[in-house]
């Protein structure tokens, strides 16, 4: 492998969020805080490695002590940053009805996403004592007016996109041919994007890789386990960068694929959640938190030793990643 003139960089983004049963419909009174106790786990593997964390966090959680306080010992000591994380269907003001649609906030009508904007940046600023300048949509859904009405309310970070993921089916944004590089975007193109990384690897990745792994989800290719049979061999495989649901290997797979395609700023996420067994799909009993802890901690040790990499936050990012290196929005 070539090296990079310079050491790549690596986010960890945590979705900081009440707690939900991932398989039914979103519900307005579904807003328990408690696994937010554990969050300390988290915390002291990513401090391990240098990592500073960004909490995006959901009005839930801030608006709750058992939530925030958690947290607040990161903030004020700076071994984390602090952003904001809007699910639509609890975040005030509540005028629309619940659907899977509305649950993608870019979908909102323009008015009622800002107004619930401002109600979650004013009670971050409220409990932390600061105005969060990150953001990251609930559900990576992002919509027309979302960058413009970001811009208004002063961040200057956009964490949303999610290639090569296609949410189209469920109502939400289709990031299937969003780049993973960082990017400018804004009526002033003054706001940073910072993809969740995300991609394809394997002997069939590349320019024609979502056409190929859409074909490998007919219902006829599933019936003849295509897509197992494809990642299993190597030939083409898609994961999104995260401890939940992608195995230690892939991760290093997905992460050497890109690299070698020139990505530098790399983006790894889990949600808040997923620290307390029970909670989500990924983490049902201590021995799942143990290996979960386990394979992030060695995402970490392969990227800031194997790779060469360094971790950073969007508000350290230098100052070649910035209009003069990314690229323009798709």
Known sequence: MPPAPDPPLLLVVVDTEEEFDWNLPVRREA???????????????????????????????????????????????????????????????????????????????????????????????????????????????????????????????????????????????????????????????????LPTTGGYYGLLAGRSAHARFRASRHPLAVALRLPGLLARGGLLNRIRLSPEGATLPEMKRLTRALFARGTRVFSISFHSPTLCPGHTPYVRNQADLRAFLQKLAGYLHFFTTELGGRCTTPLELPSHIGRSSATSSV
């Open 31 to 193: 807003v328990s805080v408690d696994a937010m106790a554990s969050i300390a786990a988290g915390q002291e593997v990513c401090e391990s490695f240098g990592a500073k964390p960004v909490y995006v966090l959901t009005h839930a959680v801030v608006t709750q002590e058992a939530g925030i306080a958690p947290l607040r010992p990161f903030f004020a000591t700076g071994r984390a940053v602090a952003g904001a994380h809007l699910h639509p269907w609890n975040t005030p003001p509540l005028d629309e009805e619940l659907s899977p649609r509305l649950s993608f906030p870019g979908n909102l009508p323009a008015e009622l996403e800002r107004a619930k904007l401002i109600t979650l940046t004013l009670a971050i600023e409220s409990a932390l004592g600061q105005r969060p300048i990150v953001y990251k949509a609930g559900r990576y859904g992002i919509g027309p007016n979302t960058h413009a009405l970001l811009t208004e309310l002063g961040y200057r970070f956009d964490l949303s996109p999610s290639p090569p993921f296609d949410l189209s089916p469920e109502g939400g944004p289709d990031f299937s041919h969003h780049g993973v590089q960082p990017s400018l975007a804004g009526p002033d193109g003054n706001l940073l994007t």
